[in-house]
């Protein structure tokens, strides 16, 4: 972003990965614990001036079932910045619900690669400003491969597409965001996937969100001026506090990367 | 305060209501005229496109009585658009309430289209609307579509090229943004859109 013809802030999303009601967060999606309350969480990121919060419901698409709807509704009535909820939409119905419920947005993943004309069905009905995907990547044999059914380890299965050639897709079907989880970096809190997410960045050219990796402020820095990601996506730091959302932000302003503060 | 959020037909809707509600009002969601005449204030929301947007108010013959309206009226996103004349989205015809024509927001390099983020505001008409807010206040937007600045511009916002983010005609409000999800500033603006004299 130029800066000089528009000031649209760089954003920073906390995300909720939900199971059986709590947060919880893995390492490279795997062994998951405890972070904390749903509500608690919400409220304290809303607060605090995180851009946005995605509620993703992991366990859903694994299950065959859609997101909880009770909890959209109450994380919706609690918080007063966009909202995107994510796990198991398979069709605009699922979609309607949610939206109805209070979300924002809807974000779709393993069915999207079930099913990729559901990306079409969603952008036609709601606008693709209400449509994200979220693409789950990992290296493999040199090249970047995308993995579904990501919630429960056991049920993880490969999808048979290249990352780079799905990304181009997800784009051309009228997404209007991607958030492209990097999982080799997920929970490592070694950084983000710069190399992929810049690789990511030069083949689209709608809003990008770097997820995977943040363990500290320096990192955030990294992302946003090495890969020009629109947004950057993480749980542990937020949800541990080691990275303060107010103090990140402050951080990235006195970096010269433009943030809402 | 009896408050009527016009059920524009757009899905995500219940929002605009929770905000609504944190700030203490009680609004009803409702498609009948007789409710929204009576109301003391009116929110006309919007997601979606132009075309169905007034394909709906049409056909729920609401047009009239949305102009009619002589109570403080709030346009939100798509439901400011439609107070204008005009808009290039389905090339359409609005209200008629503001003059112009919404135009296509043109990409660019590095410049994204739908505009999807938070923005800064730079006001250039001082309104009870956005009393006590900051001079450059940050709110949240998602359009793709965009409206002249003209005599009924309250503040600006620029992306690639500058356009109205809030506009009063008389009792008529808009904001491009979307205040319930603007966090403070944009809850501020709510309250003092309640607060109107």
């Known amino acids: 972003m130029s800066g000089s013809v528009s000031n649209l802030a760089r954003r920073i999303i906390p995300c909720l990965d939900v199971r059986d009601g709590q947060v919880v967060k893995g390492v490279q999606f795997r062994n998951h614990r405890v972070m904390g309350g749903i509500i608690e969480l919400a409220t304290r990121y809303s ?39 994510a796990g198991g939409i398979r069709s605009v119905e699922d979609a309607r619900k949610v939206l109805q419920r209070g979300a924002d ?3 779709i993943n393993t069915p999207a690669v079930q ?15 209400c449509v994200v995907v979220g693409v789950d990547s990992v290296l493999q044999e040199g090249h970047w491969v995308t993995r579904q059914m990501t919630g429960i380890p056991e049920r993880m299965q490969q999808t048979g597409h290249r990352t780079m050639d799905w990304l181009a897709e997800v ?21 983000f996937d710069i190399g992929q997410l810049k690789v990511a960045r030069e083949l689209v050219s709608i809003p990008l969100i770097a997820s995977g990796g943040a363990g500290s402020a320096g990192h955030f820095i990294e992302v946003f001026k090495r890969a020009d990601v629109d947004g950057a996506l993480a749980a542990t730091v937020f949800h ?10 402050q951080m990235l302003s006195a970096a010269g990367i433009g943030v809402r503060l | 305060m009896t408050l009527a959020i016009i059920d524009s037909g757009g899905a995500n809707i219940s929002s605009v209501e929770h905000a609504l509600r944190r700030l203490g009002a009680n609004p009803v969601f409702t498609a009948d005229a007789e409710i929204i005449r009576a109301a003391e204030r009116v929110i006309l929301p919007g997601v979606g496109a132009a075309g169905a947007a007034m394909a709906r108010l049409t056909e729920l013959g609401l047009l009239q009585c949305i102009r009619d309206l ?3 009226v709030l346009g939100i996103c798509l439901g400011m658009q439609l107070l204008f004349e005009k808009s290039e989205e389905d090339n359409v015809d609005c209200l008629g309430i503001i003059p112009g024509t ?18 800064t505001t730079s006001v250039v008409n001082p309104d009870p609307l956005i009393l006590g807010l900051p001079d450059s206040p940050w709110f949240y937007f998602v359009h793709s579509y965009c409206a002249p600045i003209g005599a009924s511009t309250v ?23 979307h205040p319930e999800r603007s966090a403070k500033s944009g809850a501020r603006l709510l309250a003092n859109f309640l607060e109107i004299q």
């Not at chain 1, 784009?171 to 950084?191: F, H, K, P, W, Y």
């Not at chain 1, 541990?240 to 932000?249: F, M, Q």
């Not at chain 2, 135009?103 to 983020?117: D, E, F, I, S």
């Open chain 1, 47 to 85: 607060a605090e001036g995180a851009d946005e919060l995605v509620f993703y419901d992991i366990t859903a698409s694994p299950q065959g079932r859609s997101v909880d709807s009770d909890w959209v509704s109450s994380v919706a009535e609690v918080i007063d910045i966009p909202f995107c909820v």
């Open chain 2, 102 to 119: 919404l135009k296509k927001m043109q990409p660019a390099p590095g410049l994204r289209v739908p505009h999807m983020g938070w923005n």
């Open chain 1, 171 to 191: 784009a051309q079907r009228g997404a209007g965001e991607i958030v492209l989880n990097c999982m080799g970096s997920d929970g490592t809190r070694q950084g």
């Open chain 1, 105 to 107: 947005k809807i974000s």
């Open chain 2, 155 to 177: 503040a600006t916002c620029d992306h690639g090229a500058s356009f109205a983010a809030i506009v009063r005609q008389g009792n008529f409000y808009g904001a491009q943004f």
């Open chain 1, 115 to 129: 099913r990729p004309e559901l990306i079409n069905e969603l952008v036609e009905a709601f606008g693709s400003q």
């Open chain 2, 70 to 72: 002589k109570q403080p």
């Open chain 1, 240 to 249: 541990n506090n080691k990275v303060p959302i107010p103090a990140l932000k």
